[in-house]
């Protein structure tokens, strides 16, 4: 990459990342399917997953695609690298459609066109930014009062959609598991921009690795991203693919913009063309995802009380390749 730009780094690497996180969504699915028939689904709080060859591979092609994603942003302006990140949309539901049998309806091919459109009107109009020249910067900026609302506002709907929506909710509407974890992505953002920033500055002979913001902001990065991960996982093991796919980057995209335009105070030196085109943005955005939801695939749950058999002389097998012996329990009661 010697002889290329520096914008054009950017975007090879931003396609590369979203290549490599559509893929990661399917991989990591079929993980899931496999630890489900195998022990406690993810979506009712197992964690056989973890034992399934299949889930690891997605976490790392997921991982290699976000630290691409990262060097990507190093290179080249978000608003050149945040709208390429909708290709993972496409990928992964290109790749649901076929190897999960997943099918894409017209009405939800139309809706997840709309949820890319409208975020990249709103990434395309969105204010350009100021890059701070220190993690101490970013520090000064994240403890403002305006910021440090959303901050509190964000963990309080965090919290609240743990402790009382998911119990109730959380195997019935997506946007429990997918809020938690766009909440915590758009906190994430502001901690990995300042770690970004510190590896840059410290590549450059200024280190930053003394102050103590720098490992605050790491703290805060591992641990809002472990939770995005718990909860993403049990979104994918409870959902259609091509649904969370284009509704946690909506989600995400739309809070991540809406916390950088508090932090950074962008919108202060817009004009009112600017801000009505990210306000038309978000309604196509908005759109989008309730054709989605409209048009869904429906994933029917397992029943309770269901035992199921594989036949199979040497060993198990998927449920769609052998046939099956159910039994279930009935709730009759005879009197003699």
Known sequence: MGGLSDNLKGVILAVA??????SSFILKKKGLKRGGISGI???????????????????????????ANFVAYIY?????????????????????HFLLKERIRKMGIVGCVSCIVGSVVIVIHAPQEETPSSVQDIWTLATHPAFLVYVVASL????????????RYGQTNILVY??????????????????GIAIKLTLDGISQIAYPQTWFFVTVAAIC?????????KALDTFNTALVSPVYYVMFTTLTIIASVIMFKD??????????????????????????HVTREQESPPQAGTVTWFINGDSMKNPEDEPLITHRRVDEYYEP
């Open 178 to 195: 997918l809020g938690i974890c766009s909440l915590m992505g758009s906190l994430t953002v502001v901690s990995i921009k300042a770690i």
């Open 76 to 96: 080249a302006p978000a608003v050149l690298v945040t709208p390429l990140g909708a290709l993972s949309i496409i990928v992964s539901a290109c790749l649901a």
């Open 17 to 22: 990342s979203s290549a490599f996180i559509g």
């Open 225 to 233: 991203v472990i939770t995005q991960l718990i909860y993403l996982n």
């Open 156 to 167: 309080s709907t965090v919290l609240a959609l743990v402790l009382h929506f998911e119990p």
């Open 267 to 292: 919108w202060s030196g817009q004009n009112a063309g600017s801000i009505a085109s990210e306000i038309c943005g978000f309604i196509t955005v908005l759109s989008g995802t309730i054709i989605l």
């Open 41 to 67: 689904r993810a979506g009712v709080g197992g964690y056989t997953y973890l034992l399934e060859p299949l889930w690891w591979a997605g976490m790392i092609t997921m991982i290699i695609g976000e630290i």
